[in-house]
């Protein structure tokens, strides 16, 4: 099995993204807040080529979703670009706290802002309100949101370093139902834009991919397949295929055919 930064799309080419001194260069992101076994996220890390290692606690508990000392006898954590999440928070009250804990006790600086409601989807309002606080703390933010133009805008005009866009219900294997908004996100912002939610299959990141999109995050269609290492396999190459054929130009109109 191969390094954690040989993904074939990304030799040679510059970092998607830059902050600071820090570099993203896979563009397929895994999350791995569902596993409970320091060897599957192990595993699946290595099959797809990530370089980005995401952490988080439950601002309730105060526990990461795995323990890090676990982590670290098995991974190479110096290796990965360490952001954290806020994937378990259900208010910008909570998205604030779980940042806070983040920074107090392992100095992180990036952070994926997820501030969801009940039903798992993104809280756009709570995001910009909870965007503007951390962005005055001086931290680096990738924002998830649903695909509204006006919304991506204000977070770019708060200086966010990328934009995260759920292309279907998180969970939910639906691929992208709105590609038509997701690309005019893409062309009218001058952030990088990360496509996420419902990518259920390698046909789908690809789609993403072609669409524009500088990267994909995918979660659940790994920890719910029946092999979860080849479909991460199949997800890297689903990458690498989409952002080529988005750079040879296709026909118009090929991806939001798709």
């Not at 000392?69 to 806020?86: C, K, N, R």
């Not at 080849?230 to 750079?247: F, V």
Request: proline share 4%; with cysteine; charged share 25%.
């Amino acid at each position: 099995m191969g390094t954690i930064h040989d993904l074939d799309v990304t030799r040679g080419e510059k970092a998607w993204l830059t902050i600071g001194d820090t570099e993203f260069h896979s563009r397929l992101i895994v999350g791995i807040e569902q596993y409970d076994s320091v060897t599957d996220v192990k595993n699946v890390l290595e099959a797809t080529g990530a370089d980005v290692f995401i952490t988080t606690v439950d601002p309730d508990s105060r526990r990461s979703s795995l323990l890090l000392s676990d982590l670290d006898a098995e991974l190479p954590l110096d290796q990965f670009v360490w952001i954290g999440t806020t994937s378990f928070s259900r208010s910008k009250e909570s998205a604030l706290r779980t940042a806070e804990i983040l920074h107090d006790s392992l100095g992180i600086n990036i952070l994926k802002l997820d501030v969801r409601g009940h039903d798992n989807v993104p809280d756009n309002r709570q995001t910009v309100e909870a965007a503007a606080e951390l962005r005055a703390r001086g931290t680096h933010l990738l924002p998830f949101i649903l695909p509204d133009l006006g919304v991506a805008r204000e977070l770019v005009d708060l200086g966010c370093s990328a934009l995260r866009v759920m292309a279907a219900p998180v969970a939910s294997g639906r691929g992208i139902v709105d590609p038509r908004s997701i690309r005019t996100i893409i062309e009218q912002c001058e952030i990088p834009v990360v496509v996420e939610g419902g990518l259920g299959s390698a046909k789908h990141v690809a789609l993403a991919m072609e669409l524009g999109a500088a990267a994909t995050l995918v979660n659940t269609a790994l920890v719910q397949a029946g092999d979860p290492i080849k479909m991460a396999r199949a997800m890297r190459h689903a990458t690498m295929a989409g952002r080529l054929s988005y750079e040879s130009r296709p026909m118009a109109g090929d991806a939001l055919a798709a």
